[in-house]
């Protein structure tokens, strides 16, 4: 869609391809009878154009009509305007042949960042920031007055799905497997931090931790929803401190045996210990080399401070950066996780859903709706950053269609819970009047 702009005398204008349509009809009409002249054709288009009343005061314009009726005459059948539905504006020429004239911000952006305005209005927000990318990758991304749409904000539960991918690796590597123990996986592990394993977690399997079915503490106490909503065990023990540290000041490093689904930080953090022991390698270290460094990710950042966070929710980084990392999920488009990978593990329905009357499934960190075919499905998550009171607080949401679009949205400040439902609605509205025009 392209607009195309002229200076021309006030009252000349057409505005639709329809009326491009009834003035090539006037002229055709006009030419085709036997001795006409163009200078009689141009007056049917003036007529036709300005009305009788005007045309009157208009004679000074007869040779630039006829101009154009002959330019029109002559272009009748293959006129671009005429066969061209995209057009939007055209104009009849003062002079010189007609020059497309495209707008500065495309149209499609200038509808996002009306839309992340309105957001911010309507939920009383102070920030808002949000990307989304069509599902051949073309990316639109806007924020609120004043703010980066590209700054590093806390991701919160959203790191879940790195840790996710950091498993699936090592799962891919032939180095671990989903059915592997924690009491095989982190007794050595747990005897050099110094803090033996409790008895309960020894027969939780890679597989049960993964969809949030180990019997592990719920978030209920510290996070009503995905984040850290009160970070009492975080203040207790301070953000840079061991794994171990969160297991002892949050009282949960014991299962209950249930395999029900029970939403637990507790459940990522012990997938951090068991990516540090069986890559040898610290988890902040492996993500950045083996997730971060191969998609191109430069800008994500976990802070000295949140350590204790990182499996769970510790991860900053870019809404265009989280979305890079959710490519990683599409099973079309295999890149650090090959299709075999992805279908046995992102795609794992062996765990059940989340809730019986639902059709939804916590697998690779993310919430996975099956769509109507075996390679369509729709992922989700959200999160909370409420570390510690003095911060500002955040509210992250991510969705990837597919096949279909993905976008990423951060908030601050936290709306109310009542409110998530609906911002999501408004976030998937703004992006389908933003693709309406490419």
């Known amino acids: ?50 009305g009788t009343a005007m045309l009157m005061n208009a004679s000074h314009a007869l040779a630039q009509a006829a101009s154009t009726a002959t330019s029109i005459a002559a272009s009748t059948a293959s006129s671009p305007v005429a066969g061209n539905a995209n057009a939007v504006v055209v104009a009849l020429p003062s002079s010189g042949a007609a020059t497309p004239i495209r707008p500065a911000v495309p149209i499609g952006q200038a509808t996002l960042t009306q839309g992340v305005a309105q957001l911010a209005e309507r939920y009383n927000l102070s920030h808002v920031w949000l990307r989304t990318e069509s599902d051949a990758g073309v990316g639109l991304e806007a924020a609120t007055r004043g703010d980066d749409a590209r700054q590093l904000l806390p991701v919160a539960s959203l790191s879940k799905s790195v840790t996710a991918i950091g498993i699936a690796l090592l799962v891919q590597q032939g180095k671990l497997s989903l059915d592997a123990k924690l009491g095989d996986l982190l007794d050595t592990y747990s005897k050099q931090h110094g803090k033996p394993l409790d008895p309960t977690l020894r027969e939780l399997t890679v597989r049960r931790l993964l969809a949030h079915r180990a019997g592990l503490a719920t978030n209920g106490y510290n996070d009503p929803v995905n984040g850290l909503f009160s970070g009492l065990a975080i203040r207790r023990v301070g953000g840079s401190a061991d794994f171990f540290n969160y297991l002892d000041a949050d009282d949960a490093g014991h299962s209950t045996g249930k395999s029900d689904f029970v939403y637990s930080n507790v459940s990522y953090l012990l997938l951090g210990m068991v990516i540090e022991a069986v890559s040898g390698d610290e988890y902040k270290h492996f993500c ?132 998530f439902g609906a911002i999501q609605r408004d976030v998937r509205r703004i992006i389908r009047q933003a693709r309406l025009v490419p």
């Open 1 to 50: 869609m392209y607009v195309e702009r002229h200076s021309r005398p006030a009252g000349a204008r057409l505005t639709t391809p329809l009326a491009s349509r009834r003035m090539t009809h006037v002229v055709a009409c006009a030419t085709r009878r036997r001795g006409v002249s163009v200078r009689r054709a141009a007056i049917g288009v003036l007529s036709a154009l300005l």
């Open 288 to 419: 950045e080399t083996h997730i971060f460094a191969p998609l191109g990710i430069t800008g994500a950042k976990l802070p000295d401070n949140w350590r204790l966070l990182a499996p769970f929710a510790g991860w900053q980084m870019s809404p265009r950066a989280l979305l890079k990392v959710w490519r990683v999920f599409d099973i079309r488009r295999p890149s650090l996780l090959t299709e075999t990978t992805l279908r046995t593990l992102l795609l794992d329905k062996q765990s059940g859903p989340v809730s019986a009357d639902r059709d939804v499934y916590y697998t690779l960190g993310v919430f996975m709706v099956p769509g109507a075919g075996e390679r369509s499905y729709r992922i989700s998550h959200d999160g909370i950053a409420d570390f510690f009171r003095t911060q500002s607080t955040y509210y992250t949401v991510v969705e990837k269609t597919v096949p279909g679009d993905s976008w990423a949205l951060v908030v601050s400040p936290i709306p109310s819970r009542g409110q």
